[in-house]
């Protein structure tokens, strides 16, 4: 199992439920530096079970509802939930028609926000001081906000270690292959394990997968992880000027970008621009017409962000505080977390020939919007392990290589910004001027 998001929470549940036997390898120490979720802040924004919905609205609205009352009630996760309220808006009719749809059924939880003024009245004065010119939205002052997420990982891994779960990183903990019985048991092809990269080999009755955007590196996925990345970048405030930024609700623009208070105990500010994703295409055979076929995309940690995204993520400062629009970043990564056909994780056990025998669960494809469903993660794991998940949750959770057939490696899934298409890494301008860490 991997210590990262989902690793944690899984690791937490598993103890919680009285597993007393739980390794957790990671390639560093909790929270690692490539971890998706290892950030100042992320989106949360609360929601309910439903009953009628199709099996994928009532997964997810499951996960929802779930990480809700965790957030809400477990003394674990919940002292990192900020429920300081969410202003989400577009600028183009267009994403303005997508923000409508997102929010229907539900319109009665929102006001509209329509001018620049009205942008502006939604946090302290001296803070929104742009023109907001053509943006529209809608704002809620309880129901969401945002969670510290570095935080919430060090709190899950804290509790769960404290209830007997053991955390192995470095060269230890990065794992390298899995480990069969063919290798021990000729006539045997079941799994038993993994290989780390020191050399130790770790026998397992079950084994959890749950490394994120590097999942295909370890298992043949057919395809049906895209690792994509996105950007992120630091502003860092003086103390006293990050006080009045302090309880902000979040402010995302779903064409141009977000940001949530700065940290209480850094001071730094994270702007994300907002944009389909870059993905690291990795080329195949070339096709019968010439054509040089993807069949991948590969992560790589990078501590600076392409100059086009610094350049989105000022342009998004000039509308909303141009006051901060010039300043340095202290901080700037490219973040990858994986992309599964229909945004939906892949929580099943591997179905191949190769590993029946073995007890391989997938716990991955957080798809970009995976944070808030930490908590739900763990709980919904151990379902999957003692035969109790629902119908409904298991096809919409399901190994489904068949959706990822001739899949669309640039296909935005429903994203907006940047130039409305998937970016190829490889083809950048540049990378900003951050030291390397
Ligand atoms: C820029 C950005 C902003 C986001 N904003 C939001 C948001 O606002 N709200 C929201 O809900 N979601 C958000 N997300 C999505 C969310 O962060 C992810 O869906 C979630 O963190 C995925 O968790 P994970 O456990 O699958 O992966 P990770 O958190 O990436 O964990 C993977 C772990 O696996 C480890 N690992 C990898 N390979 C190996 C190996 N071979 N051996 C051992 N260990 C290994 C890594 O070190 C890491 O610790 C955002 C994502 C990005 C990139």
Redesign the pocket.
């Known amino acids: 199992m991997?210590?990262?998001?989902?690793?944690?929470?899984i690791a937490l549940e598993l103890a919680r439920n009285g597993y007393n036997n739980v390794t957790v390898?990671?390639?560093?120490e909790?929270?690692?530096?490539?971890?998706?979720?290892?950030?100042l802040?992320?989106?949360?924004e609360e929601g309910t079970q439903s009953q009628d919905d199709t099996d994928a609205a009532y997964a997810w609205n499951r996960l929802h509802d779930l990480c809700t009352m965790a957030w809400l009630n477990d003394p674990i996760y919940k002292p990192h939930y900020h429920r300081t309220g969410y202003v989400m808006a577009a600028s183009s009719d267009a994403a303005y028609e997508a923000l409508l749809k997102d929010i229907r059924g539900r319109e009665d939880e929102y006001h509209e926000v329509a001018s620049a003024e009205q942008f502006q009245k939604t946090m302290p004065e001296g803070v929104l001081t742009g023109d907001f010119a053509g943006w529209r939205g809608f704002a809620k002052s309880s129901g969401a906000g945002?969670?510290f997420?570095r935080g919430a990982?060090i709190a899950a891994k804290q509790e769960a270690e404290r209830l007997g779960a053991r955390f192995i990183s470095g060269q230890q903990?990065?794992?390298?292959k899995f480990v069969f019985s063919s290798e021990t048991e000729p006539g045997h092809n079941a799994l038993r394990g993994?290989q780390?990269?020191d050399g130790t080999i770790y026998r397992a009755y079950t084994t959890i997968l749950?490394?994120?955007?590097?999942?295909d590196?370890?298992l043949d996925l057919k395809y049906q992880l895209r690792p994509?990345?996105?950007?992120?970048a630091h502003i860092k405030m003086t103390p006293t000027k990050a006080e009045l930024y302090k309880d902000l609700p979040?402010l995302f623009n779903i064409e141009k970008g977000?940001f949530m208070e700065p940290s209480a105990e850094t001071h730094e500010l994270k702007i994300?621009d907002e944009h389909p994703g870059y993905i690291n295409p990795v080329y195949g055979e070339t096709s019968p017409e010439g054509e040089k076929v993807i069949v991948g995309s590969k992560p790589f940690a990078r501590h600076q962000i392409p100059v086009e995204s610094e350049e989105r993520v000022r342009a998004f400062l000039k509308e909303t505080m141009p006051h901060l629009a010039a300043r340095p970043f202290s901080f700037a990564r490219?973040?990858?977390?994986?992309d599964t056909v229909d945004r939906m994780p892949l929580i099943d056990w591997h179905g191949s020939d190769d590993i029946a025998g073995g007890r391989l669960l997938l716990?991955?494809?957080?798809?970009?919007?995976?944070?808030?469903?930490?908590p739900a993660?763990g709980q919904v794991v151990v379902e999957y392990l003692e035969g109790k998940v629902d119908d409904k949750t298991r096809r919409a959770f399901r190994w489904r290589p068949e959706m990822s057939t001739d899949r669309n490696w640039w296909d935005v899934q429903n994203r907006w910004g940047a130039q409305g298409e998937v970016m190829d890494i490889t083809k950048v301008k540049g990378w900003t001027e951050i030291a390397t860490n």
């Open positions: 991997r210590g990262g998001t989902w690793g944690c929470s390898l990671d390639g560093e909790v929270p690692s530096s490539t971890a998706a979720g290892n950030d802040n992320k989106i949360m945002w969670v997420a990982i903990g990065l794992v390298t993994v780390s990269a749950a490394n994120g955007a590097n999942a590196n370890l994509t990345a996105w950007t992120l979040v977000f994300c490219i973040c990858w977390d994986a716990a991955i494809g957080g798809s970009g919007h995976c944070f808030k469903t930490m993660m």
